[in-house]
């Protein structure tokens, strides 16, 4: 079982790629930095004669990464009531890599993956992030990507995700749930 | 009463942005094509030292339209139950710019303007692009902003929205709405 | 096509009835008033081993209206936020309804009815009767019955409804909508 | 700190009751079965000359209830995406309740109450129980009254929310929480 977290922040060891930390405490995984990433935004060519051009940027290696990944952390930041534009600016091409002969068993290997989300806001999170958490619904139920969990943590400050208890705790829980499986399939 | 559109799509002449023109036909006023501004993603460094940096690029353009105007209407496309990256983008960086000394109004007249969202999907926007709306009102509320209206239309294909025979009478009917507000602040 | 307004208001003539009363003006249709039957609330015995038990009060009533209907207008007033308990109260009981062997088409019935929604309420209903409608959402799907469309209406005063410009021009475009498939009906 | 809990549930022993157990095990506190009490339909006669009128009913018990308590917890099963009918009767006859004389220090009350929602439904809950939570949220809002915390569990059978390992970590935190509170308050 491989898992990879995709980092939104951009900054390194922020709040949301923390509580992630904690999730994945003693497994084995791997970490995207979207931010480090040139990724342009989509062109939406769906509808023109030539359909969509390909883009010289650092999107195939996020391709390579879901490719290798059986388990998908998104971690981002609540910016304005939603996720990071960086990570938005990721999944809008997600439109154009699912139809891209250069990734052909992409769409298929999405539906293998289970989905967790882990989010980080500073304005009542677990209300006004509720919409988010709605969007990855869809957007997964749309990629017919299994949406294992989600978190919601709570802060403002830098490192003040370790004050939030309550996500710390559904994060451990989540770390065992992760690590119950790892066992379960090296039977 | 001036009017600016803040055109979030990836193309020109897209269905959000048609329909946002019904809403402003024989209207006086001015769009705002974010896809050809250069703004960079933000950088979260309210907490550091020096607080945020200064960035070199179009956002000082964006800030000038917003200055100038007394209505606000977002149009984006909704891409994956949610605005475009670009216009979260631009929005995201809003975080920095109402706390820049550089436009040092730009808070207070935030508040002063009425907010418009014009929104069009392909996947069952009337159901699956509400959260896009609460984000919007949570937005809207953070910046004191009033949030005056919004529609939502359906639409695929290039210009499929003018087959949108509900959304385009909403148009039609805050076009009217408008008009008369124009009328009246002649008086 | 049938019709049928079932009317969860505690009063005669409401905003909300009002305004689906716009819908289907010149149509022929039915109205079951929901405060006029006695019904009593679902008690939970699913698990038990005798099941639900037969229920004495005017649910048959109810059933008999919607297995006569091809459109189904829900049209309540928002109170707190949500549908009235009356309009409540009768569907919690079709978890009962839909295992009852009284009624052993109804499940399938209910796949071929059109929902329509018509909610009325006072407190910002565009954006705080947004859950509503994604309950309604969520409970056509399980039912597998199309969504055909909903209509929220802004109003505090009695007949207050009929100021809101916005909603009755919704209203009168579902209204020619339903007309023109009559008319291709009969044809 | 006085706990109520309002158990919304038809049966007594129910999923929701159980996980609100948990949240004040070792913790006094008072139950309202809202089953057990006979509660009227609200009739809406805010406008009318002579506004609501008297109603006999249990309703007066309910209030005695809430004008004792520091902390209230809402139990109920989600049925139908949505608290049960018997909540919602209750919660709609609020409206005649704070503007009525013979409570007159109800509404001031509310204000201080911290309120708690406990929920559990059997169809992906985490996801689809979301637009309940949004809607207790505008409800106290709407009251001032602070929301705490809510926990969403998962259970169809009865006393299945023993299962759900995530839930019930949730109610251990709270428990923990409001024990500490308590030994504060005593010292």
Redesign the interface.
């Known amino acids: 079982m491989k898992i990879t977290i995709l980092v939104g922040?951009?900054?390194k060891g922020?709040n949301s790629e923390l509580l992630a930390d904690f999730v994945v405490q003693d497994i084995e995984h791997e970490k995207v930095y979207i931010?480090d990433l040139y990724i342009r935004?989509?062109?939406?060519?769906r509808?023109t004669r030539n359909g969509f051009q390909a883009v010289n940027d650092d999107y195939d290696r996020l391709v390579e990464a879901i490719m290798k990944s059986d388990v998908l952390i998104f971690a981002t930041?609540i910016?304005?009531?939603?996720?990071?534009?960086?990570m938005?600016?990721m999944?809008?091409r997600?439109?154009q890599a699912i139809r891209d002969e250069k990734y052909p068993n992409l769409r298929e290997h999405l539906k293998t993956i289970r989905a967790i989300v882990v989010v980080v806001g500073g304005?009542d999170p677990?209300?006004?992030g509720?919409?988010?958490?709605?969007?990855f619904?869809?957007?997964f139920d749309?990629l017919n990507m299994p949406?294992s969990?989600?978190i919601i943590g709570e802060a403002n400050?830098?490192e003040e995700i370790l004050k939030d208890?309550?996500a710390l705790?559904?994060a451990a829980?989540l770390n065992e749930k992760l690590k119950s499986e790892l066992y379960a399939e090296k039977e």
Chains 1, 2, 3, 4 share one sequence.
């Open positions: 922040s951009s900054r922020g931010k935004p989509i062109v939406d060519l509808h930041p910016y304005w009531y939603s996720m990071s534009s960086l938005k600016n999944i809008d997600l439109s304005d677990r209300i006004k509720l919409p988010l958490i709605q969007q619904q869809y957007t749309f949406f969990s989600y400050q830098p208890s309550r705790l559904q829980w």
